[in-house]
């Protein structure tokens, strides 16, 4: 079956401190800071031309977006997430980590003869966020592949988000809904837990040592590596063919609203378990759709 999805597109997280937030992902990560309304709680940042991370603070009474309001989006809770980081660029990120005095966690995902470190930190709002290398000329590619993008020598070197984890109540019932409802293309699962894993492109793929591909994990409530768990409520956003993608959730019976677009309408879903899903055209590669506002 080939995959109405076709890359990661950005992600939401909830924040107490919405200029806290700002000032934590522009300083260590570099982030182009897109918008910023205070009066509705939220910031967008840019990660690189296609992917943005987007910050909501809640606000008593109000939506962060109206939009999403049928939907009760809400900003994900203690998200473990992942970002990419060329192969070159790995070591020397723990110095960085260390010069900002924030403690990290060095773990092993590959073996002897195929070494894959990941790094592992928290934002301050709970949030796990994991650092991967990656291999520009590794064969298996994603839509948009990751670039290296102008960052400050005292932040992270971060060329794209990598991966989110996200945690599902009822687990058998999310392995079979994720591929039918939505078309995620099923990766793999471990045998000691219950831990999926799908391919956000159009075919599952190897996963691990330098690969540029992106990823959505899925698990029952649980600690994952680094005492990190999956998030709650969360809000991500896709590239995908949406019209496919909408004639699955029309048949699954999901709620869901549509999202105007200059060209093509983007979808956005409530799933069962609480997260919402946003479904976007994908740009034309010839340029970039993330632009920053006009003040």
């Known amino acids: 079956m080939v995959s109405p999805l076709l890359d990661l597109a950005g992600l939401t997280l909830e924040v107490n401190h919405l200029e806290r937030g700002i000032r934590f992902y522009t300083h260590l990560l570099g982030l182009r800071l897109l918008t910023h309304d205070a009066a509705a709680g939220v910031a967008t940042l840019a990660v690189n031309p296609y992917q943005t991370l987007t910050l909501w603070q809640p606000i008593t009474r109000q939506h962060n977006d109206a939009r999403l309001a ?25 110095e960085i980590l260390n010069a900002h005095g924030l403690p990290w966690q060095r773990i092993e995902l590959g ?143 999901l709620p869901f609203v549509d999202l105007p677009g200059d060209h093509e309408s983007g979808l956005a879903v409530r799933d069962p378990a609480g997260h919402v899903f946003v479904f976007l055209p994908s740009p034309e590669s010839s340029s970039a759709p993330i632009q920053e506002e006009s003040s």
């Open 70 to 94: 049928p939907l009760r989006a809400r900003g994900a809770a203690h998200l473990h997430y992942a970002w990419q980081v060329l192969e070159a660029d790995f070591e020397g990120c723990a």
């Open 111 to 253: 073996t002897p003869e195929r070494p894959d470190p990941g790094l592992y930190f928290f934002d301050p709002f709970g949030h796990g966020l994991e650092l991967r290398g990656i291999n520009p000329d590794d064969e298996r590619r994603t839509l948009f592949m990751p670039q290296p993008q102008p960052r400050p020598a005292y932040s992270l070197p971060v060329v794209g988000l990598r991966e989110l984890a996200l945690g599902f109540d009822d687990y058998p019932a999310m392995k079979t809904r994720l591929p039918r409802a939505y078309g995620f293309a099923f990766a793999k699962e471990q045998s000691e837990r219950d831990f999926s894993q799908f391919t956000l492109g159009p075919r599952a793929e190897e996963d691990g040592n330098g690969t540029p591909q992106r990823w959505l994990y899925a698990w029952d409530p649980q600690v994952g590596l680094a005492d990190m768990l999956g998030g709650e409520h969360a809000l991500a956003h896709f590239y995908a063919d949406v019209p496919d993608v909408r004639r699955r959730v029309v048949a699954e019976g």
